[in-house]
């Protein structure tokens, strides 16, 4: 069982930075993917970036080239967010798909909110 915890979430004014974190209460290393997912009021959870354990990423169009998601070590998950928009605003939560368990594991969330 992994845990994982999420910070740095907050208000951020429109077209400023904001940089999530991600803690893992073990190390992760290999056969799995983590990734970084966001639910708007109202809307369904969607992904925003995910990276796999050879540091391939893949990000949605709507924050590619705004985004960046980074595997600093065994155990963190960071997102950098930069020219950040209202539409940005959702909580965000972190993802471990560990594929040799078969078992998908989140985070509680963080908001972030975006004033225009």
């Known amino acids: 069982q992994v845990q994982l915890v999420e910070s740095g979430g907050g208000l951020v004014q429109a077209g400023g930075s904001r940089r999530l974190s991600c803690t893992l209460s073990?190390?992760?290393?290999?056969?799995?993917?983590m990734g970084w997912y966001r639910q708007a009021p109202g809307k369904q959870r969607e992904l925003v970036a995910t990276?796999?354990?050879?540091?391939?990423t893949n990000y949605a169009d709507a924050v590619k080239d705004r985004f960046t998601i980074a595997r600093n070590n065994p155990k963190s998950l960071t997102l950098q967010m930069t020219a950040l928009k209202p539409d940005d605003t959702a909580v965000y939560y972190c993802n471990l798909d560990d594929r040799l368990s078969r078992t998908k594991y989140w985070g509680q969330g963080t908001q972030v909110t975006v004033s225009s």
């Open positions: 990276i796999t354990d050879d540091g391939d």
């Open positions: 073990a190390s992760v290393f290999s056969f799995n993917t």
